[in-house]
């Protein structure tokens, strides 16, 4: 079946520093690849999606690559700001299995 | 944009009573989800819901719970009886499609059970 790994479980950073938040994943279809963000005190909300394998998804200076030969839908941002401090989720979608599957998420903290 | 509302907010709850969590999906969507989060943890799975019926459930997804979208109306999850380990909070999703679609995701309710 479909999973996700994201492995790093907490990321700080300073203001203005680059970001990468890796996820891989594992599919035997054609799945749909998101970001998800999560602030505190609310539900899940779409940074990005991509649906073609190999184009790259951005929003709000936040880009991810969807990479077929390394399974991987990694996060960067270039220079992150305080209000960036949140949970990332990676997730994976696919037509063919119902439920979309959640990582482990990743809490960004950024100091000012 | 379309919004996904959860009534109530907080929920306090004795053990082994009965507690049904409401969500107000996005109007023109067909697919409804329920993730459980446990405090600073991540989200976890439920169950999905389509055309009246679970399309997919997780282990978490005890005898207990039920969903349901009666007439489409509100779209509950229901715990009966519940436990302490149900003490969590339940957000729920909808999506106009399976899998490749974004889920709009309600503000959660806050479940604690005593």
């Known amino acids: 079946g479909n999973s996700v790994t994201q492995m790093q479980g907490q990321v700080t950073l300073s203001e203005e520093e680059f970001l990468f938040i890796n996820c891989t994943y594992s599919?035997?279809?054609?799945?749909?690849l998101f970001w998800y963000v999560q602030y505190p005190g609310e539900g899940p909300q779409l940074l990005l999606k991509?649906?073609?394998?190999?184009n790259k998804g951005s929003s709000r200076g936040f880009e991810a690559t969807y990479d077929k030969g390394t399974t991987s839908f990694h996060l960067q941002k270039a220079s992150v700001q305080e209000s960036d401090s949140a949970v990332y989720y990676c997730?994976?979608?696919?037509?063919?299995?119902?439920?979309?599957?959640f990582g482990a998420g990743t809490k960004l903290s950024v100091k000012p | 944009g379309p919004k996904v509302l959860q009534i109530p907010s907080h929920q306090i709850i004795d053990m082994g009573q009965m507690v049904t969590l409401n969500c107000d999906p996005v109007?023109?969507?067909?697919?409804f989800y329920w993730y459980k989060q446990i405090l600073g943890q991540q989200m976890e799975f439920l169950v999905n819901?389509?055309?009246?019926?679970?399309?997919?459930k997780s282990k978490l997804f005890k005898d207990q719970f039920s969903v349901e979208r009666p007439d489409g109306s509100y779209f509950t999850l229901k715990i009966q009886p519940t436990a302490l380990e149900d003490s969590a909070v339940y957000f729920c999703?909808?999506?106009?499609?399976?899998?490749?679609?974004?889920?709009?995701f309600g503000p959660g309710t806050r479940l604690t059970v005593l």
């Open positions: 999703a909808s999506s106009s499609d399976w899998g490749i679609a974004e889920q709009f």
């Open positions: 599919t035997t279809g054609y799945p749909t």
């Open positions: 991509v649906t073609t394998a190999n």
């Open positions: 997730v994976l979608g696919d037509r063919d299995n119902n439920a979309p599957r």
């Open positions: 109007s023109n969507h067909l697919y």
């Open positions: 819901f389509y055309n009246g019926k679970v399309m997919e």
